[in-house]
Nanobody
Framework: VQLVESGGGLVQPGQSLRLSCAAS????????VGWFRQAPGKGREGVSS????????YYADDVKGRFTISRDDVQNTLFLQMNNLKPEDTAIYYC?????????????????????WGRGTQVTVSS
């Protein structure tokens, strides 16, 4: 099983990025999937997730209205569209799966995501 993130980079505040998480050896639609991030000196926190049993999506309060999570079942890839990026969005972004289709509770706690994790992609927002 492999989850490979891509799409990170250095952008200025207000710009956009689209992260991808390509999966192999696992069918993303069979599990809850999510994006997490970890900034320097901080713990890993949930950004967004999809409950694959009902399609419900979840977002951290500070990204609502700016980020959009989606999944392409043909490509078996998870996406995170990030608009109006802010310096505080700077972090390493990871994708993950959970062992069930429904997200764990609370969904934003990385410690419960006991499926598979990617190695991350760096996002830096700076002027």
């Amino acid at each position: 099983v492999q989850l490979v993130e891509s799409g990170g980079g250095l952008v200025q505040p207000g710009q956009s990025l689209r992260l991808s998480c390509a999966a192999s050896g696992v069918t993303l639609a069979d599990y809850a999937v999510g994006w997490f991030r970890q900034a320097p000196g901080k713990g890993r926190e949930g950004v967004s997730s999809i409950n694959s049993s009902n399609g419900r999506t979840y977002y951290a309060d500070d990204v609502k209205g700016r980020f959009t999570i989606s999944r392409d079942d043909v490509q078996n890839t998870l996406f995170l569209q990030m608009n109006n990026l802010k310096p505080e969005d700077t972090a390493i972004y990871y994708c993950a799966t959970y062992q069930y289709q429904a997200v764990p509770a609370p969904w934003y706690s990385a410690r419960w995501w006991n499926g598979h994790w990617g190695r991350g992609t760096q996002v830096t927002v700076s002027s």
